[in-house]
T-cell receptor, first 112, second 119 residues
Framework: QKEVEQDPGPLSVPEGAIVSLNCTYS??????FMWYRQYSRKGPELLMYTYSSGNKEDGRFTAQVDKSSKYISLFIRDSQPSDSATYLCAMSYSGSARQLTFGSGTQLTVLP | GAGVSQSPSNKVTEKGKDVELRCDPI?????LYWYRQRLGQGLEFLIYFQGNSAPDKSGLPSDRFSAERTGESVSTLTIQRTQQEDSAVYLCASSVYLLAGGANTGELFFGEGSRLTVL
């Protein structure tokens, strides 16, 4: 079993839809949770960062962490074609980027 | 430059040949990472450099893989006697070294990658 599981998709939604992307994990020591966005043929870029459980909102994006269920989510409201990308979750037990464990990524397409 | 720069962006080579990939990190970033991303898969950690400390080579898949970094500047990843399973995108990332609890802890700044195809 992988430490971090992520549905690879692909996921295709119409413009304006609410998108839910999810990861599950097995290591209860993970405390730092991130979502990276990767456009085609580009490197990943940090989108959201949360520490421990709870919600964090940034514009149309909301990151949610449920440590009791070992489950994290990224919600995208009013999705736009420009949101079309691969979304990778990442997590670590320490504050060091060295210990980051990445999910395999979910490919999202938002249709105009 | 403003971001992490990698070269070449694309490399096609024949099985058995050696390849060298280059990464130029963001100025002032003391930490540098190499990852491998196979098609449809997540990022696989390869090697980590932090300042003048001994590199963490625990992710290198075989002794055909090696990497060097001079000080806090350019790094090169070398793959000797390439095999078809080495075909992947090789991503370099850099970061500021922060203690746990610092803002943006864990943020990596990635280059666009070097896409390697071994025929």
């Amino acid at each position: 079993q992988k430490e971090v599981e992520q549905d690879p998709g692909p996921l295709s939604v119409p413009e304006g839809a609410i998108v839910s992307l999810n990861c599950t994990y097995s290591n209860s020591a993970f405390q730092y949770f991130m979502w990276y966005r990767q456009y085609s043929r580009k490197g990943p870029e940090l989108l959201m960062y949360t520490y421990s459980s709870g919600n964090k909102e940034d514009g149309r994006f909301t990151a949610q962490v449920d440590k009791s269920s070992k489950y994290i989510s990224l919600f995208i409201r009013d999705s736009q074609p420009s949101d079309s990308a691969t979304y990778l979750c990442a997590m670590s037990y320490s504050g060091s980027a060295r210990q980051l464990t990445f999910g395999s990524g979910t490919q999202l397409t938002v249709l105009p | 430059g403003a971001g992490v720069s990698q070269s070449p962006s694309n490399k096609v080579t024949e099985k058995g040949k050696d390849v060298e990939l280059r990464c130029d990190p963001i100025s002032g970033h003391t930490a540098l990472y190499w990852y491998r991303q196979r098609l449809g898969q997540g990022l696989e950690f390869l090697i980590y450099f932090q300042g003048n400390s001994a590199p963490d080579k625990s992710g290198l898949p075989s002794d055909r893989f090696s990497a060097e970094r001079t000080g806090e500047s350019v790094s090169t990843l070398t793959i000797q006697r390439t095999q078809q399973e080495d075909s992947a995108v090789y991503l370099c990332a850099s970061s500021v070294y922060l203690l746990a609890g610092g803002a943006n802890t864990g943020e990596l700044f990635f280059g666009e990658g070097s896409r390697l195809t071994v025929l």
